[in-house]
């Protein structure tokens, strides 16, 4: 299987063509596979950073990254495609979404995590806080990053 190739984007720099490559795979999985209906595209989109990671000339991974106004990074909408699961690639997209986030110079990241993928995200230095909770009648998680685990409580 090949490598991943990402390209950070802003919401301006993506052709038509990555857009709906986009939002194909967030609605094939969010919507479809998990059988939640809701708006995926939402304002967040216009002023995040679009990773997406290629295999060949097919998104395979993405991952939406954006500060809000509290200056909390948030990594989200994560995702690989269901063809390409179990190579890896969810561990690269998190790698390569953490390192841009941190060359920011980040002092808060939080992510929202289904809670059966708590330890995943433990791996990457992330800690549930708060108490499970239901988006879209899937139990989820408040988890923060370590690094700035103790400012952020």
Not at 104 to 114: E, F, V
């Amino acid at each position: 299987m090949a490598q991943l190739e990402f390209s950070a984007l802003s919401f301006e720099d993506l052709t038509p063509l990555q857009v709906h490559q986009m939002l194909n795979l967030r609605s094939e999985v969010f919507v479809m596979e998990q059988v939640c209906v809701y708006q995926d595209p939402d304002p967040e989109d216009s002023t995040a950073i679009h990773l997406l990671g290629y295999a060949e000339k097919d998104l395979a991974a993405y991952a939406r990254i954006y500060c809000d106004q509290q200056n909390v990074w948030h990594i989200g909408r994560i995702i690989v495609a269901p063809e390409f699961r179990n190579h890896g690639f969810s561990s690269s997209l998190m790698e390569e979404s953490l390192n841009l986030v941190l060359s920011r110079k980040a002092s808060h990241i939080q992510l929202s995590a289904q809670a059966y993928l708590e330890g995943f995200y433990n791996r990457f230095g992330f800690e549930a806080v708060g108490n499970l909770y239901l988006e879209d009648g899937i139990p989820h998680l408040r988890m923060i990053y370590q690094q700035s685990f103790k400012t952020a409580v």
